[in-house]
């Protein structure tokens, strides 16, 4: 089950994924894998990364992002970071 803050979170990473890697909404899934995505290599995650940081006021920790293999691993993340602050 996920929270509203979730939600909105997915939607913006969504959003971001889908205007930067330049793919379709629906392949944006909780259980894909971030770099398996079409068109994200590891510029295009930086830039993903970078943006959410922007658009949610946040930082993420380096070392978190190694833990974060799919979509929703991602949006946990910054679910956490999002409500520690």
Do not use: H, W, Y
């Not at 996920?2 to 909404?25: C, S």
């Not at 398996?36 to 830039?47: A, C, K, R, T």
């Not at 946040?58 to 602050?85: H, M, S």
Request: aromatic letters at 4%.
């Amino acid at each position: 089950m996920t929270t509203g803050t979730e939600d909105k979170i997915f939607d913006t990473l969504r959003e971001v994924i889908t205007r930067i890697a330049k793919v379709p909404p629906e392949t944006v899934v909780p259980d894909a894998p971030v770099s398996g995505l079409q068109n994200v290599d590891s510029i295009v995650l930086l830039e993903i990364v970078v943006t959410m940081e922007n658009e949610l006021g946040i930082e993420i920790d380096e070392e978190e992002l190694f833990d974060i293999d799919t979509v929703g691993q991602f949006v946990a993340a910054c679910r956490r970071i999002v409500e520690a602050g």
